[in-house]
């Protein structure tokens, strides 16, 4: 069993060599882990045989340097996972808010149109049911920092940078209605522009 262990190891350790991609640093230090574990744990085959307790005793102690060696060298690592599960609380939360605030503008405008309201009507309805949820929105999304390590920090970035958007075009919107400025409404319609486009696949916050 011997020869034919260490002729597999050897076999293994000369296709990592000779294929790309096989990390052979796990091969080899797996190889003399064996060794060492394997030397420090050998019993006697025979019930009156002794082996040697000094060479046993290194193995032992050669393993365990190793092993501290080995745990000294753990990176730490980039991000918690707990902060990427509170992440992607974060983004569903906020995907669900903002599908709620879509529908909500849609039944305004469709009752505006119905009911016939007044610009300032109009106005505070936009202000009320889509400017304060998105402000509430972009707070809670910058509330907490976020680690650029994370794989979800780019996507919490961009839906702050959407939310904000949002947040200033209803503002813009508002405060044009109710004072029938014009420059404001156009700057409202740039601001959802851009917060539209965001929407698109491969589009990131500047």
């Not at 740039?190 to 486009?197: H, I, V």
Request: proline share 7%; hydrophobic share 45%; no cysteine.
């Amino acid at each position: 069993m011997f020869w034919g262990a260490s002729g597999f190891a050897v076999v293994t350790i000369v296709f990592g060599l000779m294929i790309p991609g096989i990390d052979n640093a796990a091969h080899i230090g797996g190889f003399l882990t064996g060794l060492l574990s394997g030397f420090g744990l050998a019993h006697a085959l025979e019930p009156d045989m002794l082996l040697p307790w000094r060479p046993r005793l290194l193995a032992g102690a050669a393993f365990a340097v190793a092993l501290l060696l080995l745990v000294s060298q753990i990176p730490a690592p980039a991000y918690r996972w707990r902060d990427e599960a509170f992440a992607r609380r974060e983004i569903q939360t906020f995907l669900q808010s903002d599908a709620a605030i879509s529908q909500t503008w849609k039944n305004i405008l469709s009752e505006s149109r119905r009911e016939g309201a007044s610009f300032d009507e109009l106005a505070g309805r936009i202000d009320t049911a889509i400017g304060d949820p998105y402000e509430k929105s972009f707070e809670q999304l910058s509330e907490h920092p976020v680690n650029p390590a994370l794989p979800s920090a780019s996507t919490l970035d961009m839906l702050r940078y959407y939310a904000g958007l949002r947040r200033d075009a209803s503002r813009s919107l508002a405060e044009g209605l109710r004072s029938n400025d014009p420059r404001k409404i156009r700057n409202a319609m740039a601001l959802e522009k851009k917060a539209s486009e965001l929407q698109r696949p491969g589009i990131a916050p500047p």
